[in-house]
């Protein structure tokens, strides 16, 4: 069993920055691809940063490539997510997520454990 505690959210204005944290117990952590989601009030979860097992090939949404770089230190089980030149339209509760598969992917389904999450407020 796996289980994903993300910390890090918070109140920012417009082009500030935040970095996400997600801690994992469990020794699965290492074996396979890690992925964050957001979802914002009334909209659907979205894809936001996948990162594969062991930290040399990541994937972006256009909405945050450039601005956002997901890494992983699996000595510490732990996942960030660095997020720069935030905008209001980055308001969400974010989520990380452990996939079963080796290499990054964008679909939800294919994540098997998630976090309860952490929000993030951008103010314009």
């Known amino acids: 069993q796996v289980q994903l505690v993300e910390s890090g959210g918070g109140l920012v204005q417009a082009g500030d920055s935040l970095r996400l944290s997600c801690a994992a117990s469990g020794r699965a952590f290492s074996n396979y691809a890690m992925g964050w989601f957001r979802q914002a009030p009334g909209k659907e979860r979205e894809f936001v940063a996948a990162?594969?097992?062991?930290?040399?090939?990541?994937d972006y949404a256009d909405s945050v490539k450039g601005r956002f770089t997901i890494s992983r230190d699996n000595a510490k089980n732990t996942a960030s997510l660095q997020m720069n030149s935030l905008k209001p339209e980055d308001t969400a509760v974010y989520y990380c997520?452990?996939?079963?598969?080796?290499?990054?992917?964008?679909?939800?389904?294919?994540?098997?454990?998630w976090g309860q999450g952490t929000q993030v407020t951008v103010s314009s």
């Open positions: 997520a452990l996939s079963g598969y080796l290499m990054p992917t964008r679909r939800g389904s294919s994540y098997a454990y």
């Open positions: 990162i594969n097992w062991s930290g040399g090939s990541t």
